[in-house]
């Protein structure tokens, strides 16, 4: 070989020549705790038929709690719940809403009829016997956004009480100085859509379902926004009383009655310039609710840090421990449990997992670790919402989280993939311990999907805390190119929120062994390290940092 030749080799070999991390024999024992086997058994149980789905607030919500309780326990961590408990128990308000089987969409005597389920779901913002939309006048609203910073008002002032507002879901992704190009942003999210329906006044929002835009099927719609719906208590503020999707084809017929063609008026969504189209058509979906307060917890333990004063802050560990539950209508025979393995069993198998690596490593992490399995993830990111909102630390003392939802299931990757990379000074740790894996960290692979969003770390994002969530890396060792991003469409396609997301004996946990060891690194070098990791700056979240650390003083 030539010196020129090595010398690309060895540039090659190191990616984008990152130091490598440097670990003492102690941190690399302590990671060996992180055993395939240790994770798969935690993902048997949590995952189990027995456990039912762990739907919210049911006895396989409990007890999976009372697992987690107990392995920490077991693993000699403390309460870390309010008064001394591993739990962290909070109200939940859960809704059930009979929606009508046909909604007519009408004007004059023409009208276009959708049925539930198939071209239509619709839920309900009230938390109370009744929300409804009646004979309300129907407005294509775009994107819905108001974006001051990008100069983007969808909505012009037009005064919207009342109306159903038809809307797109993502932002606009064409040109990449808006809505950072083809990565989707909070504005891209249906809860913000919601969210601006209600200040606005609306009677009624329906977003437009399109695979692309919502980055999962339209199953995905039907199983996630029928039967009952959690929410944390309202605490006062605007609602909007009817929320919704309706399937693309649904939303070309309303245009089509309209006198609209669906893909004018979303071509119009592209340019600042849009306004409200009013459609000329009307809509009355009034939904009877059955109103539940119920009571789920998050579970909470902790492993005090050594150092006197370090140890007055804490590195957070999350994983959901919640999910869909028990299909409701499902035929005989058919499987109506939602076991949730990949998501997300395996996710608080690792955080098990990760703890289990902590007690055993002597001395103990300067700063505190938390280790919270929170709940309701799957109906709002409910527990960690709750947690952001009453910390059992102040925000300013949360040092980093860490965030797992879902681990690899198909085995070792050359790459990582670092949701939100970037963000954060948390970047440079997670790249040097991939580099000390001989591993390289990649960007999201789908940044269109809006993952930083869709998941626990968020809710603590928004109250300044530095945050890493990752998801697996696609690059297969012993595979073909493309074959790991395959796995991953296969498993949105066909798993993911289905009740076949399942333990399977086929699941490969060489890669989820690796990435979890990297987490626990991660962990460890933070809550030793003096400096607190820090928002890049200029980032969405750098303010609501400055702001935890100012109340601290
Ligand atoms: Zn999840």
Redesign the pocket.
């Known amino acids: 070989m030539t010196p020129a030749l090595a010398c690309a080799f060895a540039l090659l070999a190191t990616p984008a020549a990152v130091r490598p991390a440097a670990l003492t024999a102690a941190e690399r024992a302590a990671a060996r705790e992180i055993r395939a086997e240790l994770l798969r058994a935690h993902i048997r149980y949590l995952a189990d038929d027995l456990l039912e789905g762990r739907g919210p607030a049911t006895r396989g919500d409990r007890l999976a709690q009372a697992y987690i309780a107990t392995q920490m326990e077991a693993l000699g961590l403390e309460p870390g719940g309010p008064g001394g408990s591993w739990f962290q128990p909070f109200d939940i308000v859960g809704v059930t809403s009979q929606a009508p089987e046909t909604v007519t969409v009408s004007r004059g005597a023409d009208k276009v009829d959708l049925r539930f389920r198939d071209d239509y779901v619709a839920f309900s913002g009230v938390q109370g016997p009744l929300a409804a939309a009646e004979g309300a006048e129907v407005l294509f609203v775009g994107y819905g956004i108001v974006a001051p910073e990008y100069g983007w008002d969808d909505y012009k002032g037009v005064d919207l009480k009342g109306k159903v507002l038809l809307l797109m879901n993502n932002d606009p992704e064409d040109d990449p100085a808006l809505f950072a190009g083809k990565t989707r942003l909070y504005y891209g999210r249906w809860d913000y859509k919601y969210e601006m329906a209600a200040k606005l006044g609306a009677a009624g929002a329906l977003i437009i379902h399109t695979t692309p835009s919502a980055g999962y099927p339209w199953q995905v719609v039907q199983t996630s926004w029928t039967g009952e719906q959690f929410h944390l208590p309202h605490e006062g503020g605007p609602v909007v009383p009817v929320k919704g999707w309706v399937t693309e084809e649904s939303a070309r017929k309303i245009a089509r009655l309209g006198g609209q063609e669906l893909d004018a008026l979303r071509a119009a969504a592209q340019k600042k310039d849009f306004r409200p189209v009013p459609l000329g058509v009307r809509v009355s979906i009034a939904l009877q609710n059955e109103v539940k307060k119920k009571q789920t917890a998050n579970v909470i333990g902790r492993l005090p840090g050594r150092d006197a004063v370090l140890s007055h802050q804490a590195v957070i560990y999350t994983a959901?421990h919640d999910?869909l539950g028990v299909k409701e209508g499902a035929k005989p025979g058919q499987d109506a449990i939602y076991n949730?393995a990949k998501?997300?069993a395996s996710?608080v198998a690792a955080l098990l997992a990760i703890a289990k690596a902590m007690t055993a490593l002597s001395p103990a992490p300067r700063r505190t670790i938390l280790f919270a399995a929170v709940a309701a993830?799957?109906q709002g990111l409910l527990g960690s919402k709750y947690f952001a909102a009453h910390p059992t630390l102040p925000a300013g003392r949360l040092a980093a989280n860490i965030n797992i939802?879902?681990i690899n299931n198909i085995g070792r990757t050359r790459d990582l993939t670092m949701i939100g990379l970037g963000k954060s000074s948390l970047d440079d740790w997670v790249k040097r311990l991939a580099a000390m894996q001989n591993r390289r960290v990649v960007p999201d692979q789908f940044p269109d999907k809006g993952f930083f969003y869709?998941?626990d770390q968020f809710p603590l994002a928004k109250i300044g805390v530095p945050a890493a969530y990752f998801d697996d890396g696609t690059d297969v060792i012993g595979k073909p190119a493309g074959w790991g991003k395959a796995q991953a469409d296969k498993y949105e396609a066909e798993d993911y929120h289905q009740p076949s997301d399942e333990l399977r004996p086929d699941w490969d946990f060489s890669g989820a062994v690796e990435d979890v060891q990297l987490f626990f690194y991660l962990g460890l070098k933070v809550a030793n390290e003096t400096a607190l990791p820090t928002w890049k700056p200029g980032d969405e979240f750098e303010a609501a940092r400055k702001k935890a650390l100012a109340e601290l003083k």
Request: no cysteine; charged share 40%.
């Open positions: 959901h999910h949730g998501d997300n996710g993830e799957e939802d879902g869709r998941s």
